[in-house]
């Protein structure tokens, strides 16, 4: 296949297309290098097989030649990213979302949508299923990132039910591991930073909120097959994420636990940011009957992978 990867150069981008190369493809990426890094992808400069542009999906997007797939991964994905850059996330949703459909639908390609377990907002239903439609505060600040994912699922359906594009939409829940920055403000690299600089470990409210960590490789594999999934059923959305679920204490005594000495914890009810989901746990029987998938790598392994990946980038 020739296929498109809009936010290339990001975590989940950059871990895309090592996967397609890695199986004899050919990779475009594109990036505008908001929130992602030329530094993600320095290892693929020079392939014949692998092309990076530099460029905002929002403003224009034109690929010559022949495409099979465009993975539209482009958007802000960390709180940090999406408060800081509200109007950019709005568009690349929207708009980016737009451009990307477009194309696919131009070039005869199946497109697969970058979504979120983040559609649900804070869930009154649990786990979540596909079937659940959300608890969304449109205007709150996390609402630009949940109702930006929201729009470009429903973009996604229109193209596929009107123009008759291949699509599906992965919906991501939390994903951790290498290439990750350190200052995107997600738990596990401020965890890992601090446990690197002996520091106590900052967890925001009382540590009660829940949350489901899967590792990268089990991540991209997942979307790996359901873009090759060729089921009728599978335009509809599915959740990619590891269903074991702990609050953020628990997580916090796992890091703990990988770390000689003592580090403490410390609490920060102020830095929790407002509509921040209480719990969050996929249910990934639609993944494991259309894609005979389910994560793979346990919590403390691929922990100890990312703690690795971090430890030249902690000063």
Same mark, same amino acid.
């Given at each position: 296949?020739?296929?498109?990867?809009?936010?290339?150069?990001?975590?989940?981008?950059?871990?895309?297309?090592?996967?397609?190369?890695?199986?004899?493809?050919?990779?475009?990426?594109?990036?505008?290098?908001?929130?992602?890094?030329?530094?993600?992808?320095?290892?693929?400069?020079?392939?014949?097989?692998?092309?990076?542009?530099?460029?905002?999906?929002?403003?224009? &997007?034109? @690929?010559? !030649? +022949?495409?099979?797939?465009?993975?539209? $991964?482009?958007?802000?994905?960390?709180? =940090?990213?999406? #408060?800081?850059?509200?109007?950019?996330?709005?568009?690349?949703?929207?708009?980016?979302?737009?451009?990307?459909?477009?194309?696919?639908?131009?070039?005869?390609?199946?497109?697969?949508?970058?979504?979120?377990?983040?559609?649900?907002?804070?869930?009154?239903?649990?786990?979540?299923?596909?079937?659940?439609?959300?608890?969304?505060?449109?205007?709150?600040?996390?609402?630009?990132?949940?109702?930006?994912?929201?729009?470009?699922?429903?973009?996604?359906?229109?193209?596929?039910?009107?123009?008759?594009?291949?699509?599906?939409?992965?919906?991501?829940?939390?994903?951790?591991?290498?290439?990750?920055?350190?200052?995107?403000?997600?738990?596990?690299?401020?965890?890992?930073?601090?446990?690197?600089?002996?520091?106590? &470990?900052? @967890?925001? !409210? +009382?540590?009660?909120?829940?949350?489901? $960590?899967?590792?990268?490789?089990?991540? =991209?594999?997942? #979307?790996?097959?359901?873009?090759?999934?060729?089921?009728?059923?599978?335009?509809?959305?599915?959740?990619?994420?590891?269903?074991?679920?702990?609050?953020?204490?628990?997580?916090?005594?796992?890091?703990?636990?990988?770390?000689?000495?003592?580090?403490?914890?410390?609490?920060?009810?102020?830095?929790?940011?407002?509509?921040?989901?209480?719990?969050?746990?996929?249910?990934?029987?639609?993944?494991?009957?259309?894609?005979?998938?389910?994560?793979?790598?346990?919590?403390?392994?691929?922990?100890?992978?990312?703690?690795?990946?971090?430890?030249?980038?902690?000063?």
């Amino acid at each position: 296949m020739r296929v498109l990867i809009t936010g290339g150069a990001g975590f989940l981008g950059s871990h895309l297309c090592d996967r397609f190369l890695k199986d004899g493809h050919t990779v475009i990426a594109m990036d505008n290098l908001i929130t992602g890094s030329t530094r993600n992808i320095e290892h693929l400069a020079g392939r014949d097989d692998f092309l990076f542009i530099k460029q905002d999906v929002t403003n224009y &997007l034109y @690929v010559e !030649g +022949d495409l099979d797939a465009v993975l539209h $991964f482009a958007s802000p994905a960390s709180p =940090i990213d999406y #408060l800081m850059y509200p109007i950019q996330t709005l568009k690349v949703g929207a708009l980016g979302t737009h451009k990307a459909l477009g194309l696919a639908k131009a070039k005869g390609a199946r497109f697969l949508l970058a979504s979120t377990s983040e559609v649900y907002g804070d869930p009154l239903v649990h786990p979540q299923k596909e079937s659940y439609w959300g608890n969304v505060d449109p205007i709150g600040p996390r609402g630009v990132y949940d109702e930006a994912k929201r729009f470009a699922e429903a973009l996604t359906m229109a193209y596929h039910r009107y123009h008759d594009v291949d699509t599906r939409i992965a919906r991501i829940f939390n994903t951790y591991g290498p290439r990750m920055r350190l200052s995107d403000g997600r738990v596990v690299p401020n965890f890992v930073a601090l446990a690197l600089q002996g520091e106590p &470990l900052t @967890v925001y !409210g +009382d540590g009660s909120q829940t949350r489901s $960590f899967c590792y990268v490789s089990d991540l =991209i594999e997942g #979307l790996y097959r359901l873009l090759t999934c060729d089921e009728a059923s599978v335009a509809d959305p599915v959740n990619i994420g590891n269903p074991t679920e702990m609050t953020i204490l628990e997580f916090a005594q796992v890091v703990q636990s990988l770390f000689p000495g003592e580090l403490g914890i410390t609490y920060h009810e102020d830095k929790r940011i407002p509509g921040d989901p209480q719990t969050r746990r996929p249910d990934i029987s639609r993944a494991k009957a259309l894609l005979n998938w389910e994560p793979k790598v346990p919590l403390e392994e691929g922990l100890a992978l990312t703690i690795e990946y971090f430890k030249d980038k902690v000063a």
